[in-house]
């Protein structure tokens, strides 16, 4: 399966897929503008600005307003609406857990736990099928054996995230270390559900790695 990271991480989110899916919408315009022409729907999987950047979103809206949106979250929907300009009969609120067949492709949502409103993408798309799992504590009750595409955070590494903390001295950064494990995946649990789910020709990619220097400890 084809895809194309234009930007993970802190600063902005955005991969498109099989030319026809982009996966959050957190970059400039400029970065993912030569693409647009082919997408047909963009996941918003919530309303942090590093996944959906309203200048941007306002833009695709503009140049393009056949493109279609799905979220789902009425949250979302409302951020399209009143600061994106999207229109509501480009957005479709889907039921979590459930297989929707969009033509082009086929996609199903579910919840993730993170500090707001927040969903994981499985998608199929030529048959095969792929996932996109970013910004959540855990990966509890989530499966996708034999997926041919995964596309999972790795935000940072245990041991070196607890050894950041024990170190900081700075308030506001060391309130932002604490907050991350109850927020973001860790390498080691992005491991362990490779692990368990992947098959013999899956493809994975580690995104949304932190904005922190978690190097390997010398």
Known sequence: MNYNIIESGSKGNCIIVEDLLMLDCGCSYTKIKKYLKDVKLIFI??????????????????????????????????????DCNVSEKNIYVLKKDTW????????????????????????????????????TENVKGIKAKDYDLFLIESNYKEEILQNHIMNCENDDELF???????????????????????GRNSQFEYIHKSSYNFEEEK
Not at 61 to 80: D, H, M, Q, W
Not at 181 to 187: A, V
Request: hydrophobic share 40%; charged share 20%; with cysteine.
């Open 176 to 198: 932002y270390l604490k907050r991350v494990p109850n927020t973001h995946l860790s390498y080691q649990q992005a491991n362990s559900f490779l692990i368990q789910n992947m």
């Open 100 to 135: 929707f067949d969009l033509g082009l492709l086929k996609v199903k949502m579910q919840e993730l736990v993170h500090d707001t409103p927040n969903y994981l993408l499985k998608f199929e798309i030529k048959g095969k099928k792929g996932i996109y799992i970013v910004d």
């Open 45 to 82: 999987s919530h309303v942090h600005k590093d996944h959906l950047l309203p200048a941007t979103v306002k833009l695709v809206a503009y140049n393009f307003p056949n493109i279609k949106f799905v979220c789902g979250s009425e949250y979302v929907v409302t951020r399209l609406v009143l």
